[in-house]
């Protein structure tokens, strides 16, 4: 296997492809020729590398043509480009199952989490996040890019700065919108949110043109990305770097760590940004 051109193979509009077949899944009518094709793709998504388009286009009565058109709307140039993606998304798979499969599961899972936050708190009050909760609040768009799969913590963080009157986008590789951060003026603000740096590194190339300022939020370590981002916060100082996309990572700082980091961010803009004013129904609650 061609690792660099798997490596090559990734940026903003398909990093992931199993959420780009889960997003169709999501958003299509039963009867729509896009699920029919997403709902099998996803049903033998381990066999998707032995799959020719002749056994996709019989097995679900569509023509080939149908086939390279639903490829090209998930962001791939062709169905052989869009299985180049398949292995390394079955090695996220992959990791998936083997976290949920840690003995004695409950265990593991309180004693990691306690470390984990205890080691968040400390990566958080020894980097100036004073200066990002300033940047979030001055910017006029602030932008929080982040792979689909990982996108909650972000969504959560878009309800509760709405509630407060900030208002916030978010941009996924299930949604990507390239020419929202085309756009972005130098005085903007895009927050990229990448535990493993996966993400980071393969959504480099899109953000290089990206005018505003860029803060990337990550665990690793990596120096590639100081050419391309004006500050990274880490979420450790445990975890080492790597330059190239990994194999899947699945832990309790994957899984928990944006949602823990985002709610002390939260915390500190109420604290150091309370600029609502007295007839808001939430100024009360802010003192």
Partial sequence: MNTDKIQNNF???YF?????LLA????NEDDDTNLVLARYL???????KNLSIYDVAEECYVSRSS???FAKLIGYESFTAMKQNAPITRQHMDAFVQYACHPEF???LRISMDDMMQDLNEMFLSQNLDALVKRIHDSEQVVILAADLSSYPAKVLQQGLAA???LIRIVTDAYPDTALLQNLKPEDLVIVTSTTGNYAIATLSDLQSVHACKVLITLNHSEKFESCYDSVIYLSHKFHSSDRITEGIQNVYTRYGVSYFFDLLFNLYIEKVNTLPSSHPHSILIK
């Fill in 11 to 13: 940026s903003l509009s």
């Fill in 16 to 20: 992931n492809l199993m959420t780009s």
């Fill in 24 to 27: 169709v899944l999501n958003s």
């Fill in 42 to 48: 996803l049903e033998h998504f381990h066999e998707l």
């Fill in 67 to 69: 086939i390279q058109r």
């Fill in 106 to 108: 409950d265990q593991y």
């Fill in 164 to 166: 407060i009157g900030k």
